[in-house]
């Protein structure tokens, strides 16, 4: 079977170190075993899209020498089938409609199941959550190991369709996974909370589970994500060159001093190896490393 992954980004702004790493991971990881790699532009939130987000992110992929296997998809031309997925998600029983706000959640953020068997009076439908069973969920995640977490602990019933009518992240995530036929899920590991609520969601839908392994993100000695810090550093005042090298630092993959981006790019392919990359969520990278 082909390995299939992909780099979902979110059009919010530019592409920063933080997300630049998840995109040569993702990338590394599928085409140094001979699979498919894929790009996703998540734009199903309106209010946080920045104008030109998208097209600039996919003009970085190509200045890097990251090229899809594939067109590019946009979640915005998906929205039937994330309906389609909740209708039925409803139809069952297994979502439910709710007439909560924001205010109504309290601080530990887990729903209390306000209108889990049916509205209260007074309250009118906003959003979808989904019901959640008390059981564990398991998943071995490839970098990070085995991760165990039962839902109605962590975050309780949650929304997959919000107020606003938005599909959720974690809704259209998995239905995109699937439907673009995802095999392996590479990215940060701020995105490993998230992962259990997709595993259950792919339970409950029928779809396979993919291979996930979230990479540590890369935080300065103060515990500060480099994400925006760095936004403007690396991506646009260092080379491509000098900017994957720090990538493949930051992926604890070996760095040779070779002079050409496609010769660099070829050795990495053929050096990758995901099990390098050490089991933490964060990780403090010193710029100065890959020079
Ligand atoms: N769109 C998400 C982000 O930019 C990533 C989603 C994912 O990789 O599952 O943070």
Redesign the pocket.
């Known amino acids: 079977m082909v390995s299939i992954g992909?780099?979902?980004?979110?059009p919010?702004g530019d592409l920063h170190f933080g997300?630049l790493l998840?995109a040569v991971a993702?990338y590394l990881q599928a085409k140094s075993c001979g699979g498919q790699w894929l790009v996703?532009i998540?734009d199903i939130d309106p209010p946080r899209e920045v104008p030109g987000s998208a097209a600039g992110i996919l003009q970085d992929l190509e200045r890097f020498g990251m090229h899809p296997d594939r067109e590019v998809l946009y979640q915005s031309t998906r929205t039937g089938a994330y309906e389609l997925a909740i209708n039925k998600l409803l139809d069952s029983g297994l979502a439910y409609w709710c007439g909560c706000s924001r205010s109504e959640i309290p601080a530990s953020g887990i729903y209390p199941g306000t209108c889990r068997y049916g509205l209260p009076p007074g309250k009118t439908a906003r959003s979808v959550r989904l019901r959640v069973s008390d059981k564990i969920i398991r998943f071995n995640d490839a970098i990070q190991g085995l991760v165990a977490e039962n839902l109605a602990e962590t975050v309780g019933d949650f929304v997959i369709k919000r107020a606003d009518g938005v599909a959720a992240?974690q809704l259209a995530?998995v239905v995109d996974?699937a439907f673009q036929g995802i095999t392996e899920?590479v990215?940060?590991a701020?995105?490993l909370d998230?992962t259990a609520r997709?595993v259950y969601l792919q339970q409950l839908m029928g779809f396979k589970t993919p291979l996930y392994a979230h990479h540590p993100v890369i935080t300065d000695a103060k515990g500060r994500k480099l994400g925006k810090r760095y936004g403007s550093d690396p991506i646009t005042s260092l080379s491509p060159l000098q900017v994957l090298r720090r990538a493949l630092v930051a992926l604890a993959q070996p760095c040779p001093a070779l002079a050409g981006m496609d010769e660099l790019w070829h050795w990495a392919l053929r050096n990758w190896q995901l099990s390098r990359i050490p089991a933490v969520r964060e990780l403090i990278l010193n710029p100065s490393d890959s020079e």
């Open positions: 992909r780099f979902a980004p979110s919010t997300s998840a993702s996703r998540e992240y995530v996974d899920v990215r940060g701020d995105l998230s997709q």
